[in-house]
């Protein structure tokens, strides 16, 4: 899914055909790689399953869990037993009867280990299932949870559209996905667009008839487009426009997706970056407000949490930009300067830094650290990846040393995936024992002010440790156009409220 | 950069610094340029800008600050800038009171609702501060307190570091000056170890009692009660000057409304409604603001190009209107109001355009709208400045944890 980096006439051209009456258009930077719940990664994979599924339970415009796919969900008196009933006379978008034997399949595939999904932990709660009937299926859980209903937010999936089992990432569901959503898929475009057209059975009218995603590689574009009216929404602006946009007044703007940030991480199985020390020489390497100021304004940062969060420490400063501290780390580490670079058993420290190619102003982050690191001894060789690539290399063969990248989270701000050692998106191997206690202590205590106390110490061992070079949360913010009205975005998912949208 | 001449040499040099130079590209359209403003204040300067340096010559330091929202510090002056910052800071108070109310009932509620019974110190922390709310209400209704109420009762128990801060507290409101408690409050009132950390409880009284302290009447004649504020008229100040601190400068605004010919927001909880005034109120200015600084007139250009007097005056308005369906229980439009109000050149800083009370209210209008975690967000530009903030934060925190304690948290990358 190659996309222009550089827009050409003619791509403008076609960006700039009139929207079909009622069709919203809005820009990723890259088009999603897979279409499938169970695989999804990114951002941009998360909005497109937010169109096409829904899941027996979703949030409400005040985010209260209230009942979607399905109609009730009863406790039994232990609470260790969850009888969930489907809402009478739901589709799939080919059609076909929407059944607890669905329900049942998703619980089923999401836990089998075959199917490798990167969601498996949103259902490892479930003992086992079993179907009813039609309308009714049992979740019998590991353990009584009197709040078990708040769980049920994961993607329904159609068990007739899977062509094999166990199901694989691989598998045709990826291009021709079947869902219970707002929309259906209508077809890919050539240009790495995305059309969905509105779900004719959908329980309620929908306000607008189209939505395609355009993949817009070049962020610098995407607020030209909204301003020339080829698009009428951009998921995330540039902070640098935003004050553009603001004057234009045809646009509103929403914060959103304001809990990620950006980082720098390690691959601790690749030496020397198992060395602390060599990490942490790094760290003082690198100057990261220096690193910020060209793309935009935002908040640095010295652990994994917003400044806003309840659970950033903020006892704990950002690593100091010293490079006095950072030659007395790389000599504790055994390294020596030999000429320009810092060497060691006679090879110069070299570092390739990996980017994902579509992560909004990497190439002037990667560029402007390859500088400070190279001023400071360090041989930096830089690569971007596309989405095939950063899936392969990164995630599954962990082949790397240093990954600039970003994570987003939703408000709970959970960071066990990425710090455990068994988390599911901790691809660089990183792992602490107290750190993992203290996580599993997190995710067990009921108490909020132990709870911050947790993580607010791992925010300091994981910052001690580094793992990551965490740099910074970006001023976030998504840009609707005012042709669309009673626009509501979801701080994570954005489009879980797109049935109450109306063009005008 | 040009001197302004209005500030003499009084703190001008961080002034600008500060001020943003507007590109007034706008939307290019051939909107006809409105005379309603001509009648006011704003008219009055692009008559003749010159009047600005007299209308601020009594305070000149104070009305710096008070141009940059730097409402502690002006607040501090013996002038009608000083009595105008005072009177805004504590506008702002009462509105963080409300949130801390707010935040206790739900951290109560919650805990309730999701078998996560609050600590014990914690639920006496709550007792205190709902005691102290209800003391106000009757202290406001003329109320005496009903002998032997639990609450009362459970007040009378306090611990005696406790008993000492609220007698502190009560000195405080009786002689209108928070003096030594503005120190006091960033440090926790309770502290009890974890396993990983204390648990650490704050004042419950502060904002309740910067609140009252610094409440006063606003000026109501003369150039510099109006210079800075959403009031356009003198005759709208006066009318304002009475009005309720619930909705400060409504009236203001409402008025600036009818002036522009632009319909008050219908009495519903609609934020679509807010969009759409918010259009008609641009197309209403854009042209004014264009038309004043096409004229070229350097004193003009500082006054309407680098102080940015229309943009902040527009954003007072949106901020009453906000506070004002905040007050008539419309939160959701509330949050429209404000989010449309702030200036995106600096989306979190407080600024000569961002009063501070715009983010008090999107994370007021945030939290009572389920939205915990964004309310932190929202109110972040002011906590992250403002030591005394830290007992609200981490309540609003306990809040936003509890709301989200079952739920399956969710990451991506990108």
Redesign the interface.
Known sequence: MSSARVMTPLLLAALAAPALAGSLRYAE??APAIVNPLY???????RVNELLFGGLYADD????ATPLIAESATLNATADELRITVRPGLTWHDGKPLTARDVAFTVETLQDPKTLSTEA??VDWVQSVSVVNDRELVLKLKRP????I??L??KILPAHAFASRPVTRADPFRTKPVGSGPYRLARFGDDNSITFAANPSYPKPLGVSEIVMREVSDKSYQAKLLLYESLEALVRVL?RD?????????V????YQ??SWWYIGFNLNAAPFDDERVRQALACMTDVPSLLAPIG?G?TLSGPF?????YYNHDVPPWPHDEGRAAELMKSAGFTKVGEYWSRDGQALTVTVSA?K???SAQEVVINLQSQWRAAGVKVDVEFLDEAAWKARIWKQHDYDVVL??????????????LHSTGA?NFGSYKNAEVDA?LD?ARAS?????????L??VHALVHEDAPMIFLWSL?S?SAVS?KV??V?VH??AYFSFVSDWKMQ | MRSPRWLGSCGWATLLTLC?C??G???GGAAPVTTALDETWLGELRADPSRFTAWVASDREGFVLLQQHRLEEAATRDSVAGLRARRELSALYAQLTRLQDLAYDG?IAESSA???PP?PA?LYFSVLAIQDRKERERAAADERPAEGEPLTAAFMEATEPVRQRYAAHRAARDARDVGALWGLAATPLWTEP???????LYDPFFYRTVALSLAVDAPAEGPEALVFSGCLTAADAQAEAKASMDTPELGCALAALARLGIAPPPEVDD??SA?DLV?SL??AL?PWTRATLAAGDPAIAELFGDLRLVERTRARWLLALARADLHHDRPRRALTFA??AV??????EVSPVNHPALFGTMAEAQAR??????A?????PV??HRPDLIGL??L???W???????????????
């Open positions: 930077d890259s999804s990664t990114t951002m941009a994979e998360a415009r005040d985010l209260r932990g949103r949870d009197p709040q078990a708040d769980k937010f994961f902070p935003l004050a553009v946009l603001q004057k234009s007044r045809k509103e703007l929403y914060p304001t809990n304004t908040q917003v400044r806003s969060s309840p994902h579509t992560l909004e990248a970003q994570w987003s989270f939703d408000r709970n701000e959970d960071v066990r995936e990425q998106r203290l202590s009921r108490d909020p002010a132990a709870r911050k106390a947790d607010r110490k001023d913010y005012t009205r009673d509501v701080p994570f | 943003a507007s590109g590209d706008g939307d951290v999701r078998n996560a600590s914690f974890l396993p990983n950390g204390e648990r650490r934020p679509q969009s259009v641009d197309a854009d989010r449309l200036d995106l050149s600096t989306p979190r709208t389920g939205y915990h975690r964004e932190l967000d929202a109110l972040a906590s992250l934060t981490e609003l925190g306990d936003a944890i509890l709301v989200g304690l079952d739920r399956h948290g969710e990451s991506k990358e990108n």
